[in-house]
């Protein structure tokens, strides 16, 4: 990834898009690559421009947000995607972590924290708004049979005690180097559990883990 974080915009709102590359245009460091209209076209807009990062919407009227996200995770060096909506419900919260997505963010974030959460996510950092890190902790607090929670917690049994350890911080949100000095491990150290985790559980991201992490909570 270079020095300037390119971003390719997804929203079939046109006034979306021109607000959303007016504003990111405002952050140094960040460049608008690209802003196309439907789902339909992302494949050919990340042949083309090659962004590090998509901000993606959810409903469009072609191809949907969470299905494109789902194509673009399955390339060989795909971008980070951020879902960037209006909609926060749970069940759009799971479908975009497991769609492989590193972000969820509301239009009604603030333009600096959306700069933020795009340097971040480039960077190899998870990013959700507060309002999904609330309501990923309490989403299905069910009791009795739940396969999904079964899952995740067989998943997580998988791994050693240091490798756990590393997964409930990385679904806290914690940054590499803030997992480091909770654990007095070093930044490549925390770099490595995350690489074996990743590997041991068949996760694409790091957004992944916290998503099993919070099924196992259930």
Do not use: C, W
């Amino acid at each position: 990834m270079s020095a300037t974080v390119r971003v390719l915009l997804v929203d079939d709102d046109a006034l979306v898009r021109a607000g959303l590359t007016m504003m990111l245009g405002a952050f140094d460091g960040i460049e608008v690559v690209a802003a196309v209209s439907d789902g339909a076209e992302v494949a050919a807009a990340v042949n083309t421009h090659r962004p590090d990062v998509v901000l993606m919407d959810i409903r469009m009227p072609g191809i949907d947000g969470l299905t494109a996200t789902e194509a673009l995770r399955a390339r060989r060096e795909p971008p980070e995607v951020i879902v960037l909506t209006t909609f926060d419900t749970s069940d759009h919260v799971q479908r975009a972590m497991a769609a492989g997505a590193s972000g969820f963010l509301l239009k009604h974030t603030a333009p600096q924290e959306i700069a933020q959460a795009v340097r971040r996510v480039a960077a190899g950092e998870p990013m959700l708004s507060p309002e999904v890190t609330r309501r990923l902790m309490t989403m299905v607090a069910g009791s009795g049979a739940d396969p999904e929670r079964d899952r995740a917690r067989a998943a997580l049994g998988r791994l050693s005690p240091g490798e756990r350890e590393v997964a409930q911080l990385v679904a806290r949100g914690r940054t590499n180097q803030e997992i480091g000095t909770a654990l007095a491990m070093s930044t490549a150290t925390v770099k490595a559990y995350v690489s074996r985790i990743l590997t041991k559980l068949g996760l694409a991201n790091r957004t992944q883990i916290a998503l099993v992490v919070h099924d196992a909570r259930r």
